[in-house]
């Protein structure tokens, strides 16, 4: 079967044969996972909501819905489109109006499986992109190893001390999505992190591209003040909150650097943007107690995320966790 063909029977599968409005996550797995499907679809638009999964689901002035989502959880059930996803908390089938694609493996992996047949294989190699920032590098399809072994060769960052030369080898598979995630961090650059993915013919032309150094070298100099300028507490032996101020989205990796170096699990929450980001074992209990008092963080266990409403403050939150008990 030619691709053409395949590509009418995947149209008529989904009930779609382009896209007018894709809405991405704004990080390396849902950037990924929307560049595939703009490589299987002809798409004419593509964002990524401020919010998790918000947007409007009628028109509301020159804002239009989106008929796709990849990589998020819908957050208005009524909302009609086709969602690809691997986050659970989905309401069931007969409570929402969208359709839904839902994987157990990242949102990128999920698409490739779908449509590999028909993916350029000059793109192919992506996949790693948004597996790698997704957690799951052990997921990377093994032909992708064999098509594309420049994966494995080592990307060496050389340093001099003392007049002597020094290298540091690392896989090029995992860097690909710290630059991606970096640009993801600064208000309004994903675009940049999604046109130098998309149009990037391979791995290099991602590690060598000079605005997403650029955006790499602004957000760890963020992050280095932040880590000098802040402290975190431990409400107990097992739990952390460590609040910070900022414009970035680095809460994220602040949680998970966090819960690397201690085995704590870490919630951080951004003051400036009353964003929040948890990383550990203990992350499902503490989204279930939130939930109870009207906090909504969630995503997947031991990996979750959300925003403080307006109407409540990062003051109460913080009362509510000192009450927390197991």
């Known amino acids: 079967m030619n691709i053409e063909t395949r590509k009418r029977e995947i149209y008529k599968q989904y009930?779609?044969?382009k896209i007018k409005k894709l809405a991405m996550h704004d990080d390396a797995d849902g950037l990924t996972s929307g560049?595939?499907?703009?490589?299987?679809?002809?798409?004419?638009g593509?964002?990524?909501?401020?919010?998790?999964?918000?947007?409007?689901?009628v028109p509301m002035g020159e804002e239009m819905p989106p008929d796709v989502c990849c990589?998020?959880?819908?957050?208005?059930?009524k909302w009609k489109g086709l969602a690809f996803d691997h986050h659970p908390g989905h309401v069931e089938e007969s409570k929402r109006n969208y359709k839904l694609v839902l994987g157990e493996v990242p949102a990128t992996l999920v698409v490739y499986r779908l449509f590999n047949e028909v993916i350029p294989p000059e793109h192919k190699w992506k996949v790693a992109v948004g597996l790698v920032g997704d957690g799951k590098a052990e997921l990377i399809p093994p032909e992708i190893w064999k098509a594309y072994p420049s994966l494995l060769a080592n990307h060496a960052s050389v340093w001099e001390k003392y007049g002597k030369l020094s290298f540091g080898n690392f896989p090029?598979?995992?860097?690909?999505s710290a630059p991606i995630n970096a640009a993801c961090k600064i208000p309004d650059k994903w675009y940049m992190a999604y046109q130098v993915l998309r149009n990037a013919r391979t791995p290099f032309d991602i590690l060598?591209?000079?605005p997403l150094l650029a955006a790499k070298k602004v957000v760890k100099e963020e992050q280095d003040s932040i880590i000098r300028e802040t402290s975190a507490i431990n409400l107990r032996q097992w739990f952390r909150i460590w609040r910070i101020s900022s414009k970035f989205r680095i809460e994220r990796t602040l949680a998970w650097r966090?819960?690397?170096t201690s085995h704590i699990t870490t919630l951080v929450i951004n003051e400036d943007t009353k964003r929040c980001s948890m990383r550990g074992a203990m992350s499902e209990m503490v989204c279930q107690y939130l939930a109870k008092h009207g906090f909504h963080i969630?995503?997947?266990p031991g990996f979750s995320g959300g925003t403080i409403r307006p109407e409540q403050t990062v003051d109460e939150m913080c009362k509510v966790l000192q009450k927390m008990r197991i």
Do not use: A, R
């Open 172 to 176: 090029i598979y995992l860097k690909l």
């Open 208 to 210: 060598e591209d000079k």
């Open 71 to 77: 990589d998020m959880i819908p957050q208005n059930p």
């Open 298 to 300: 969630h995503g997947h």
């Open 46 to 57: 593509v964002y990524c909501p401020k919010e998790f999964g918000q947007w409007p689901i």
């Open 258 to 260: 966090s819960e690397q």
């Open 35 to 44: 560049v595939l499907l703009t490589l299987v679809f002809k798409t004419e």
């Open 15 to 17: 009930g779609i044969s």
